[in-house]
């Protein structure tokens, strides 16, 4: 069984910086994809970002795209989301997945494995 504990969420003004963590535990971490994804009131769960099991490849939705930046430290087993230049339209509870695969992956349906969840809020 994978677990995943996410944190570093919060309420921060828009044209500020939040960096979420995500700690693993559980499987071989530093052999599988991760991602980043969030669901914002009413609207459904969207990708976010992802990377690679060596952290050389990474994705990004357009929405996010020069803002934030996903990593991962297979020592600590932990990827990061480090998120600047925050927008109101950012605001969402934000999750951490684990993939089956070593890729990066867009869909949710590659991911077996999710955290709870932080929020994140951005006031204008």
């Known amino acids: 069984q994978v677990q995943l504990v996410e944190s570093g969420g919060g309420l921060v003004q828009a044209g500020g910086s939040l960096r979420l963590s995500c700690a693993a535990s559980g499987r071989t971490f530093s052999r599988y994809g991760m991602g980043w994804f969030r669901q914002a009131p009413g609207k459904e769960r969207e990708f976010v970002a992802a990377?690679?099991?060596?952290?050389?490849?990474?994705a990004y939705d357009d929405s996010v795209k020069g803002r934030f930046t996903i990593s991962r430290d297979n020592a600590k087993n932990t990827v990061y989301l480090q998120m600047n230049s925050l927008k109101p339209e950012d605001t969402a509870v934000y999750y951490c997945a684990a993939a089956s695969g070593g890729s990066y992956y867009y869909s949710m349906h590659e991911y077996p494995y999710w955290g709870q969840g932080t929020q994140v809020t951005v006031s204008s």
């Open positions: 990377i690679s099991w060596s952290g050389v490849s990474t």
